[in-house]
Structures are given as structure tokens and as C-alpha cells.
């Protein structure tokens, strides 16, 4: 029997864990290989949802995707690869010690919020991890409890890239609502911080009219060309000097692949992520594969991937299918994502849908902020309980 190790249990891992079964029954081969999942939780979390209202419920049971396709889960800190040995060392809760062997790994460990060093850093917020995402969840309802203050009910968010807006715009209406169930007289506001001088610089022109109309409609209010100086509890300093008395302070500004690349002996570029073939395969790696936010690839249009689930949920399938398709002998898949779309939720604004690398604007409005709500609440959810709907699932490379 062949082993196929699987490490990260975000949209990549459980995908990519789903492909190599599916594609291994496929072939009549289904004893042939054993599958296994190591993470540190126990629960894949639905990262893209984070920025919304009650994110401790944006997750799914691992054993409830993993269990009824026979996939092996080993909860564990990973700590260490060695791809000559083909071992990785791993650390169990209890602090025992694991070693564990593969033929073929897949390192599907995503990506992380790069934090500040800033003096004050320690105050401030993000929606980057379930448990961060819980700790504003629960400082924001506790407002009320603190004394009143000219910025009690004042969010900065630091970062206008798509989760800066996506909590700008959400955040608006969680503070009216807390502020407003007490009667409290300081109202509620919202600003955001970006060193560029336009607002989300990366999501590029096309949306830009629409999240600004977005943005005015909100009454959320910019600070561009500026960055943060220093926080406290109780206010933040920009680099111009501006002093913005706030409770609640949220960076959301820089991403970078997990530290877990640095193991591989592979290419990487700025963000960390490991340059992969058109099989995943890493370069000049044997038997290691990358998916997800690890993972550097080409995309369409000449393009490569970005760090979002619209790209880690293909690459987890193609890894999968590509990792059981080497151990077997069988016909490899050639990563072919959808064609570059993206959907920016905007609040009580509604939301934006766009198409192609330039994002041209498809959909606005209520149609779009459906799109939105399908995309969150389900496209992006696996099926549970269920094998025979998620190997049938693994199946289809496409996200539509």
C-alpha cells in the first residue's frame, strides 16, 4: 500500500485528500493507496466567511467530509519535512512526537496574515483565523459594557484589499445595531487606513466607481496615502499625525504562503508560495505536490493564482487526482482553473461581481449580493455525511 500524506485541512487539503480517493476508486484501485489528513484542528474552517457577524459557526467537521471516504485524520502540529527521507515530524496536542512516511505529499497549509510591529500592535484585531475572527466577534459585542467614549463605536480597518471592504462595509452595520440596542449616544463610524492613495489598488479600476458609491452610501470614511503609527486601546495614530479616538482597530493589510514552504527545497516567490508545474508538482521536488495558497501556479489568460478559494479548491482536486494518478500509473490532469472572476461582498450595499483579469463589472446590486450569498453559504461548503456526493463532487474541476 502507498501513502499518500496530505497536510493542511483548509479548501486545498480536503479537496486534494478528496481527489486522490475518488481518483484511486476510479481506477479499481481503492486499497491501493491510504490517504491521510494531518491538521492541528479539528474542523475545516470557512475562511471566506470570517469577516461576517458570528464566525465561530463558519466551520465544518473534518470527520464529517473525511470519515465516510475512508480518509485517515491525524490531529497534529506539523513542524518539520524531510523531503529526502520523505518523513514529516509532527506534534499531537498532547505533545507527543510523530514521524510520519509518504510516497506522495501534498502541502495544502494556505496562507497567513502578515502582523505589524508597530508600537500598539498588540491592540489590534483580525479576521485572518477562526479564533481571531471570534476574539473581535466578542470584543465588539462587549462595547456596550465599556464606558462611554467618543470612539466606542469606532472601527478602524487597516487594508482596503478585499477583506478590508468586506469588513468595512459589514462592520458598519454590526456597530449601529450593538450601539443602537443601548441607546448609546455616540454613533457608530467606520474609516479606512491605506498607504496606497486609491482604495483597493489590486482589485483594480473596474470596481472601483462601485465599491466607492459602496463606500459613500456606508458614510465609511478613507484615509488613503496614510498608514498606522501606533495604537492604543483607546485610539490610533496615523503617519500624518491624525489621531482617530477608536475601540476597535483591524488589520487585515498583507498576506504570506505558510512557513511550512520553507521546508520544501523548491522556488518560491514574494508571498512564499512554492512554484508548481502543470501537475502541482513542485519543481525539482520529487513526490511533493503544493495546492491552494501554497502554491504558485499558471492560471488562465497567462496569469498566475491568487491566494483565494476560487483557485484552492480546483488545485486540491487536481493535486489529489495527480498524487493517486503517480502512485498508479493512471492519466494526470493539467491544472485548468475557470476562467478569473471575482464577487466582493459590500454590506448593506449589496455586493460586486466582475469577470476577467480586469475585472469588468458583470453584476451589481441585489442579483450580485445573491451570487454572493450562493458562493458563501453554499458553493463553497462540502458535502457531508455524504461520500458518495463528495467523491462525485471531486470529480468536477470546475467551480461552476
Not at 144 to 155: D, K
Request: aromatic share 4%.
Amino acid at each position: 500500500m502507498k501513502d499518500v500524506l496530505i497536510i493542511g485541512g483548509g479548501f486545498a487539503g480536503v479537496w486534494s485528500a478528496a481527489g486522490a480517493v475518488r481518483a484511486a476508486r476510479e481506477a479499481g484501485a481503492g486499497d491501493a493507496l491510504r490517504v491521510t489528513l494531518v491538521d492541528g484542528g479539528d474542523d475545516m474552517v470557512i475562511r471566506p466567511r470570517l469577516y461576517e457577524d458570528a464566525p465561530e459557526g463558519m466551520r465544518v467537521a473534518l470527520d464529517r467530509v473525511l470519515g465516510p471516504i475512508g480518509v485517515r485524520r491525524v490531529t497534529a502540529t506539523v513542524t518539520g519535512i524531510d523531503t529526502e527521507a520523505h518523513a514529516v515530524r509532527a506534534v499531537t496536542r498532547t505533545g507527543e512526537e510523530l514521524n510520519l512516511s509518504y510516497d506522495k505529499l501534498v502541502l495544502a497549509t494556505g496562507s497567513r496574515l502578515i502582523r505589524p510591529d508597530f508600537p500598539g500592535a498588540r491592540h489590534i484585531f483580525d479576521v485572518d483565523t477562526l479564533p481571531a475572527a471570534a476574539a473581535l466577534d466578542h470584543h465588539l459585542r462587549r462595547l456596550p459594557a465599556e464606558a462611554p467614549s467618543q470612539g466606542r463605536y469606532t472601527a478602524v480597518v487597516v487594508g482596503t484589499g478585499f477583506t478590508g471592504v468586506e469588513l468595512a462595509t459589514a462592520l458598519g452595520e454590526r456597530l449601529k445595531a450593538i450601539s443602537g440596542a443601548q441607546g448609546a449616544t455616540e454613533g457608530a463610524r467606520v474609516v479606512l487606513v491605506d498607504l496606497a492613495d486609491v482604495v483597493g489598488p489590486e482589485l483594480g479600476p473596474g470596481p472601483r466607481p462601485t465599491i466607492l458609491d459602496a463606500l459613500d452610501e456606508l458614510k465609511i470614511e478613507r484615509r488613503l496615502g496614510r498608514t498606522v503609527a501606533s495604537v492604543t486601546r483607546r485610539d490610533i495614530t496615523l503617519s500624518d499625525g491624525e489621531v482617530i479616538p477608536a475601540a476597535t482597530v483591524v488589520w487585515t493589510a498583507g498576506m504570506a504562503a505558510s512557513p511550512l514552504t520553507a521546508e520544501i527545497p523548491g522556488e518560491r516567490d514574494r508571498l512564499g508560495r512554492l512554484s508548481v508545474d502543470e501537475y502541482l508538482r513542485v519543481a525539482g521536488v520529487p513526490d511533493v505536490y503544493a495546492a491552494g495558497d501554497t502554491a504558485l501556479a499558471a492560471a488562465d489568460d497567462g496569469r498566475t493564482t491568487t491566494q483565494s478559494c476560487q483557485h484552492a479548491l480546483p488545485m486540491g482536486k487536481f493535486a489529489g487526482h495527480n498524487v493517486a494518478a503517480d502512485l498508479l500509473g493512471t492519466a494526470p490532469l493539467p491544472f485548468t482553473p475557470d476562467p478569473y472572476a471575482t464577487c466582493l461582498d459590500l454590506g448593506p450595499a449589496d455586493a460586486v461581481y466582475t469577470e476577467g483579469w480586469d475585472r469588468r463589472v458583470a453584476l451589481t446590486g441585489p442579483e450580485a449580493k445573491a451570487l454572493k450569498k450562493k458562493i458563501n453559504e453554499t458553493w463553497i461548503y462540502p458535502p457531508t455525511d455524504d461520500a458518495e456526493q463528495l467523491l462525485d463532487q471531486a470529480g468536477r474541476f470546475s467551480n461552476g
